[in-house]
């Protein structure tokens, strides 16, 4: 079955600061979201992926789905202290067409 | 303003009980969907409606009952089969049930916290 691997599982980052989270699959993605999540709330929609090669921006916060279609990344550039939550990667299944997820990056922000 | 709602926020539940969540959306979106959280991992998919008065299994549906009798209603009840009741629930929708497309962006509900005494 499909799995997908989120890295690092957490990050403590100086505001200020440009950081990387990864998103990785055992199979080929035909479709990756990403979301955020503050803790004890429901998730909030960021970017959604289907091309192989596709980048998407919000405001300092960029997603890419590389040409393989395996790996997506999530950059935010010059961190800020509302960045900080839990950044999940959902992917299409190829089972039964529902969204399965990473564990999460949990991010935290230093002032 | 559209959007999800869920209910209550804090939900505690005596063993042996079964409960229902509440799970409300204006959105007139077609699909809706319950997903279990759990600490470090990921969501997993509880139940899922394509449409009203059709509703799918997903990968842990064992002790959990939904209907989806309305469209913008998709209440969860946790029956006492399910043996570790205790987590976060969440409800989402999406204005089609195939997930892959713009247009298939699930959006999401803040959220019940059930916990077992």
């Known amino acids: 079955s499909q799995e997908l691997e989120q890295s690092p599982q957490s990050l403590i980052v100086q505001e200020g600061k440009n950081l990387t989270i990864n998103c990785t699959s055992s199979?080929?993605?035909?479709?990756l979201y990403w979301y955020k999540q503050k803790y004890g709330e429901g998730l909030i929609f960021l970017m959604m992926l289907q091309k192989g090669g596709e980048e998407k921006s919000h405001e300092k916060i960029t997603a890419k789905l590389d040409e393989k279609k395996q790996q997506s990344s999530l950059h935010i550039t010059a961190s800020q202290p509302s960045h900080a939550g839990i950044y999940l990667c959902?992917?299409?299944?190829?089972?039964?067409?529902?969204?399965?997820w990473g564990a999460g990056t949990k991010l935290i922000i230093k002032p | 303003d559209g959007g999800i709602t869920q209910s209550p926020k804090y939900l505690f539940r005596k063993e042996g009980q079964n409960v229902t969540l509440s799970c409300e959306q204006n959105l007139n979106h077609d699909a809706m969907y319950w997903y279990r959280q759990d600490p470090g991992q990921g969501l997993r998919l509880i139940y899922y409606s394509q449409i009203v008065n059709d509703f799918q299994k997903g990968d842990i549906a064992e002790g959990y009952s939904v209907s989806r009798e309305k469209k913008e209603s998709f209440p969860l009840t946790v029956t006492s089969a399910q043996k570790n009741p205790t987590a976060f629930y969440l409800c989402a929708s999406s204005i089609f049930w195939r997930a892959g497309g713009d247009t298939d962006t699930q959006y999401f509900g803040p959220g019940t916290r059930l916990t077992v005494l």
């Open positions: 199979k080929t993605l035909y479709g």
């Open positions: 959902g992917a299409l299944s190829d089972s039964n067409y529902q969204l399965i």
